[in-house]
């Protein structure tokens, strides 16, 4: 039993819900977040959290197998072991959904297991697991139910021979070999891991490259390293249907040619999560793919109903939906705030590792701006050969007027970390003289980003003369 009237209600406990929940109480709401599953949503339950677990454990074993490099004789069987690295990522899991049940009861946000339906305006219906149901009242509503896979009719998933990234982060078995479908951040990151722990992968990708909503060079780089790793990559390509052949599946592609593979990962497309949810009900807009329509305030078309995270389409990344979030909830609760959503970085987790801010070369040039590119290779680094990684290079994009970055992307060891501080230069509009003119420590790999920004006029001192 719950207590009936709240001024703050979240549907969806992911990392919209949970984020803006904890905000509203901070700032005096009565809350209480409605959750079918575990808390943390997709991120921390299917994607993020174990995704990144499992990739760590594939670091720690091309570590290991590399040890001579670094003057380490290992001796013995090496070997990777699936079933440990599930089982060590399910105690990360546990262990930080219990982080935010933690947070709740210090905060005093009501949580509630259930399925929640919005009867009215601020009237919601929760049945629980065992059937039985509660009505909620609450002056503001918040909707962050997040997304889902898709199922494409060509490929559909059963969860069993064709999975998706859900299913991915849970197997206890290993295949021999492994067709991913879809060369986008999901789809390499895990083609880096499977490869790395021993499966025979291939990718498909429709369009004419890797990462293909990323940087052109970003691309080129990331297909090279795949195919170093002995990763099959077909670009350009349209898989027509798959169906088992004997105890294989079978992947048609357009032309006739036939890839077979033990598992089928598809890696494209989400649904929204809006069906069900009685939005229809109190007349909340929809976007033409199911998608809750939003303003900058995280406001939808009725009043006192919010909605954030992937429910909302746009750029659908865990630590955007946790800023939505809280703008939605400061909104919710009196604030007066609009979402910004200059200079977010984003990781792609791939063996190396690509981080993205702002604008590629391609978009910069589409909006008719001249432009001044810096690059600057890991090669040319003193902390990347001690690591003994040195693929990779930072490229930025600055426009030629005024010096502003435009965009930066970074591919190599710790990439995901390094684009912060271009995406804090983006935000707060440091030029790439300024951001060049940091003294940068050395021997670090974030040299690379200075050099970077000193090669957008020439002036890298460890690169040679431009041309």
């Known amino acids: 039993m719950v207590d009936s009237t709240y001024d703050f209600a979240v549907i969806g406990g992911g990392p919209a819900g949970y984020v803006a929940g904890v905000r509203a109480a901070q700032r005096g709401a009565k809350c209480i977040v409605i959750e079918r599953g575990a808390l943390g949503g997709t991120c921390l339950n299917w994607g993020c959290i174990p995704s990144k677990s499992l990739i760590r454990s594939a670091d720690v074993y091309r570590s ?38 933690g947070l709740f009861k210090a905060h005093r946000v009501e949580r509630f297991a259930g399925e929640a339906s919005i009867v009215e305006k601020a009237l919601i219906r929760v049945r629980g697991a065992e059937g039985d149901e509660e009505e909620i009242r ?58 790395e722990i021993g499966v025979e992968v291939t990718v498909v990708e429709l369009l004419d490259r890797a990462l293909p909503l990323g940087d052109e060079d970003v691309s080129k780089l990331i297909e090279r390293e795949l195919k170093k790793q002995k990763i099959k990559v077909l670009t350009g390509r349209k898989i027509l249907k798959v169906e088992p052949s004997g105890s294989e599946m079978a992947a048609q592609i357009e032309g006739g040619d036939l890839v077979a593979a033990d598992l089928v990962l598809v890696s494209i497309g989400r649904t929204f999560n809006t069906d069900n949810l009685g939005l229809d ?25 919010y909605a954030a995270g992937d429910v909302i389409g746009g750029l659908m990344l865990a630590h955007v939906a946790s800023a939505e979030g809280v703008v939605a909830a400061e909104n919710a609760t009196g604030g007066d705030v609009a979402m910004d959503y200059r200079g977010i970085p984003a990781g792609i987790f791939t063996h190396p590792e690509v981080g993205v801010v702002g604008l590629t070369e391609r978009q910069a040039r589409d909006e008719g701006r001249d432009l001044r590119i810096g690059r600057f290779q890991m090669r040319g680094l003193g902390k990347a050969h001690a690591e003994r990684e040195i693929s990779g290079e930072v490229k930025i994009i600055a426009d030629a007027e005024d010096d502003s970055i435009l965009g930066v992307h970074v591919v ?31 021997p670090t790999l974030s040299e690379a980003v200075m050099e970077a920004a000193h090669d957008v006029h020439g002036a890298a001192i460890h690169n040679p003369p431009k041309k």
């Open 64 to 101: 290991i197998k590399r040890s001579r490099d670094f003057g380490v004789e290992i001796t013995g069987e090496i070997r990777a072991d699936l079933g440990h690295m599930i089982e060590r990522k399910d105690k990360i899991v546990a262990g930080l959904v219990k982080g935010i049940e």
């Open 281 to 305: 009900k109190i007349g909340v807009a929809l976007g033409e793919r199911g998608d809750v329509t939003v303003n900058d305030k995280m406001e939808t078309n009725v009043p006192g109903v």
């Open 138 to 195: 609450a002056d503001k509503i918040l909707v962050s139910t997040g997304a889902r896979p898709a199922q494409i009719p060509a490929f559909p998933i059963d969860g069993k021979r064709i999975i998706s990234s859900d299913q991915a982060v849970h197997l206890k078995e290993l295949p021999e070999r492994l067709l991913i479908i879809g060369a986008g951040a999901i789809g390499c990151e895990f083609a880096c891991f499977y490869r």
């Open 412 to 442: 190599g060891l710790h990439a995901a970390d390094l684009v912060h501080e271009a995406a804090m230069a983006i935000r707060n509009n440091i030029s790439a003289v300024d951001l060049g003119g940091t003294i940068h420590s050395h």
